[in-house]
C-alpha cells in the first residue's frame, strides 16, 4: 500500500470519526464541549497488557498513571530520584518497617477522602490479585491508623519506596471498586470509557492537587501502525502523539506547528536466549550470536540515531550501568565459535550444520513497538551471514507462544529501571524461576547476588552489586542488549504542559494545556 493511499484511508477514517463524534454530541456547542485535547499512542492496548485503568491487572496501572487516572505515594523527578506525591514523608522503623505518612487534603475523583484506611485496602488488594508485586514488596502485614500506613514485611526491602512509585502502587478506592476497567483515583482526570482502543477522560472536578486540570475532555486513541499515528498527527486529526517512527521525526521539524519533547529512557531492545533450547546452551552459540548482531547498525540506521548503544542493562549514566564489559560485533569471530561447538559444514543454503542438521532457531518479538520488527528482519540477515538461520514470529499474541514455550530467543522493549533502582530488573527478569525470566536463565552465582541485592540498604553496596550481576549475565551471554530509547513526544506548536520523562510514566498532568 503506498502512502498516497494509506493517507486517504487515514483521513477518510478520520471524518467518519468527526462525523460520528459529531452525531453523538448533538445539539452540544464547541463552548459546552470545551477544551478537548487528542492524543494518539503507540503504547496502549491489549499487547502492551494496558488496556484498562485498574493498576492491580498486569500493566495496566501504566495507562492508570500516564493518562492522569491515579497516582502513587511516591514520585520520581527528572533525574529518576524518588520523592513523595500522596505520600508526605515515611520513616523505616527498622530493617523490615516502613512507616508512611500521608497527606490531608487528598481526596478520590469521587470526593472521598484518602486515608490510611483506604490506602491500607488498596495495596492488600494489590498484593492479591497483581502478579509482581508480592514479590517485589514481601508484604506481611499492613496496619493503618488515621492518615498513617505501617508496612511490615517479611523480608528486608531496601527499595520499598522505588516500589511504591511503580505504576501498579497507584492509590484507588477499593470501595469503589473496578466497573467497566475503570477504576477511581486521585489523579486530575477521571475515566469515563475504556476499551481496547483507547480511554475517554473527563476533568477531575475534585482533584485535590494545587495545580488544577485545564482540560475538559481527553480522548486517548491506540494506533499502533505508525504511518497511520503520523499522517493522523499532520492532517491535525491529532494535538499530539507519542511513539511515532523515527523515520517519521523529520516531517514535524517546522518549530512554527509542532513542538518535540525528547527524554533518555532506561527501556531497552533486548534479546533472551531460552536456556530451554537444546543449542542455545552452549555459551559458545549465545556468544556467537551476540558477536553477529551490530548495535551501531541498529542504533543508527533502524533508530535514525534515537538511541543509546547498551551494554547491560541499565543506560551508562546510571551509577549502576557504568564499567560492564560485552561481546563486541565480530563476525568472523563469531563464525569461528560456531565451528568450535561442532558446526563445521555448510548446506546448499549457506547454513551451518551438525550430525547433517541446520541451525535453526525460532525469533519471537511483537509489532507494537515499530522498531522491534525491524530488528527481527536485521538480526535474520546478520545471523544468515555467520551461517545460523533464524525463522522470525513478529506477533501481538506472543504471550501465547510464551507460554507455550515455542521460542528460542524472545526480544522485546522494556523499561529496566522503572523504580529508579536496578532490583525490579534483575529480580524479575534475571532471578530463575520468575515468571518474567523469560529465557529461564538459571545461575546459583546471580541468584545468590540478587538475594544480597534485596537484602543490601547501603546504596554503594547496592551499586557494585548491581554491576557484579550485569557482567555474570554478560559473561553468560544470556541477555543481548540492543540499545536504550530516546523517546520523543511530538505536539502541536499551541500544546503546553506535554513533555517526555525518563521514567516513562507521566504523560497527562494537570500542566496540559491547549491555548
Not at 496502549?44 to 500516564?66: E, L, V
Not at 543506560?315 to 561447538?341: I, M, S, V
Amino acid at each position: 500500500m503506498n502512502n498516497k493511499f494509506k493517507y486517504l484511508i487515514t483521513a477518510l477514517l478520520g471524518a467518519a470519526l468527526l462525523v460520528s463524534g459529531c452525531g453523538s454530541d448533538a445539539g452540544k456547542t464547541a463552548k459546552e464541549e470545551g477544551k478537548i485535547f487528542h492524543y494518539g499512542t503507540m503504547a496502549y492496548g491489549p499487547a502492551m497488557q494496558n488496556a484498562s485503568t485498574d493498576p492491580h491487572d498486569t500493566y495496566c496501572g501504566w495507562s492508570t498513571i500516564r493518562y492522569g487516572v491515579g497516582e502513587t505515594l511516591f514520585k520520581f523527578d527528572n533525574e529518576m530520584n524518588v520523592q513523595p506525591w500522596l505520600a508526605e514523608s515515611y520513616e523505616q522503623m527498622d530493617d523490615y518497617t516502613l512507616k508512611i505518612h500521608l497527606r490531608d487534603d487528598i481526596t478520590f475523583s469521587n470526593g472521598k477522602k484518602v486515608t490510611g484506611e483506604a490506602v491500607k485496602a488498596c495495596l492488600e488488594d494489590l498484593i492479591k490479585r497483581n502478579d509482581r508485586a508480592p514479590h517485589d514488596l514481601k508484604i506481611d502485614q499492613i496496619t493503618a491508623d488515621g492518615q498513617t500506613v505501617t508496612i511490615h514485611s517479611s523480608e528486608k526491602v531496601p527499595a520499598m519506596i522505588h516500589y511504591l512509585a511503580d505504576p501498579y502502587g497507584a492509590i484507588i478506592d477499593m470501595e469503589a471498586g473496578i466497573k467497566d476497567k475503570i477504576a477511581v483515583g486521585t489523579g486530575p482526570y477521571v475515566a469515563v470509557k475504556v476499551t481496547d482502543q483507547g480511554i475517554e477522560l473527563k476533568k477531575n472536578e475534585q482533584y485535590w492537587g494545587q495545580t488544577k486540570p485545564k482540560l475538559d475532555k481527553i480522548v486517548v486513541r491506540s494506533i499502533t501502525d505508525g504511518d497511520s499515528l503520523s499522517m493522523a498527527m499532520q492532517s491535525g486529526e491529532l494535538d499530539a502523539v507519542q511513539g511515532l517512527p523515527y523515520a517519521s521525526l523529520p516531517n514535524f521539524q517546522d518549530t512554527d506547528k509542532y513542538n518535540i519533547s525528547s527524554a533518555a529512557t532506561s527501556r531497552v531492545y533486548q534479546a533472551a536466549m531460552n536456556f530451554k533450547t537444546p543449542a542455545l546452551q552452549d555459551n559458545r552459540i549465545r556468544k556467537a550470536i551476540a558477536m553477529a548482531l551490530d548495535k551501531k547498525t541498529f542504533v543508527n540506521v533502524l533508530l535514525n540515531g534515537n538511541g543509546v548503544m547498551a551494554t547491560g542493562a541499565f543506560p551508562d549514566a546510571t551509577p549502576y550501568g557504568k564499567g560492564l564489559d560485552g561481546p563486541e560485533y565480530n563476525p568472523e569471530q563469531a563464525r569461528a565459535l560456531l565451528q568450535e561447538a561442532g558446526y563445521t559444514e555448510t548446506d546448499s543454503d549457506g547454513y551451518v550444520t551438525k550430525d547433517g542438521r541446520p541451525l535453526t532457531l525460532r525469533w519471537l518479538t511483537y509489532t507494537s513497538r515499530q522498531e522491534l520488527p525491524l530488528l527481527a528482519e536485521y538480526a535474520q540477515s546478520a545471523l544468515k551471514d555467520i551461517g545460523i538461520k533464524l525463522d522470525v514470529n513478529a506477533t501481538d499474541n506472543y504471550k501465547d507462544f510464551l507460554k507455550r514455550g515455542e521460542y528460542d530467543i524472545y526480544a522485546q522493549a522494556i523499561v529496566t529501571a522503572p523504580t529508579g533502582d536496578p532490583e525490579y530488573y534483575l529480580m524479575s527478569k534475571i532471578y530463575s524461576g520468575q515468571p518474567y525470566n523469560n529465557g529461564h536463565y538459571n545461575n546459583p552465582r546471580t541468584d545468590a547476588m540478587i538475594d544480597e541485592l534485596h537484602n543490601t540498604f547501603d546504596a554503594g553496596q547496592r551499586i557494585e552489586l548491581a554491576r557484579q550481576i550485569q557482567q555474570q549475565v554478560l559473561d553468560d551471554n544470556a541477555v543481548w542488549y540492543a540499545s536504550f530509547l530516546k523517546m520523543n513526544m511530538v505536539m502541536k506548536k499551541n500544546v503546553t504542559g506535554f513533555s517526555a520523562h525518563p521514567c516513562d510514566y507521566y504523560e497527562i498532568t494537570p500542566e496540559l494545556d491547549i491555548q
